[in-house]
């Protein structure tokens, strides 16, 4: 286990790895940012922002809160993804939903080998990051950045496999707090339209 000391001198994956072992829930903020490149210039694209609450393995709550209101959601079986503007349900089998995904290499199990490459990438701004590439061809990303300070994750960068960037900057980290039993099973909403595709 690495102490607060060693934390900030370990690599980014030491510390990821310690942290995925070390942390079995989790909850905190988030800002995601979408990044636009026109003539090879990026610029901010569409921003949002909300919360997030998880427990291992693969039970998660991701609510992004602006500009619209949504909700993915894992109960450790099923994923969930309620739209509300829509009043609409999304319903989809766990494993392969998520198995390469920035949820399940945040939330997902300890196995991390399994579903993903990983290397070191070095500091900056005063955080570590490691990049990690799913070894799965049917992952929507092709390299998860994970920005790493103190122990915990800090940040995301998200390249997905047309070349866009999503940047995750995560906030108000808290390790390890008590989740009720019942916290992750969805409930879905009065007169919500379910689809199971």
């Known amino acids: 286990m690495l102490t607060a000391v060693s934390a900030a001198q370990a690599s980014a994956i030491e510390q990821f790895k310690a942290f995925v072992v070390n942390t079995k829930t989790a909850k905190g903020e988030f800002l995601q940012v979408q990044m636009k490149t026109a003539n090879g210039v990026s610029k901010v694209g569409k921003s949002s922002s909300g ?36 009043n609409q349900v999304t319903i989809k089998a766990l494993g392969n939903a998520i198995a390469s995904s920035p949820a399940a290499i945040l939330f997902g199990s300890v196995d991390l080998d399994k579903n993903f490459v990983m290397k070191d990438v070095g500091l900056k701004q ?72």
């Open 51 to 86: 919360t997030f609450k998880f427990a291992r393995p693969g039970k998660f709550i991701w609510t992004y809160i602006k500009p619209y209101e949504q909700v993915l959601q894992a109960d450790g079986d099923k994923l969930y993804l309620y739209d509300k503007d829509l």
């Open 126 to 197: 005063g955080v570590e990051w490691l990049e990690a590439i799913p070894k799965t061809k049917d992952s929507q990303f092709d390299t998860i950045g994970i920005g790493m300070k103190d122990g915990v994750p800090v940040g995301m960068e998200l390249r997905d496999s047309f070349g866009q960037l999503s940047i995750v900057t995560l906030k108000n980290f808290e390790k390890n707090p008590n989740f009720s039993v019942d916290q992750f099973k969805f409930i879905v909403p009065t007169g919500a339209e379910v689809l199971r595709p």
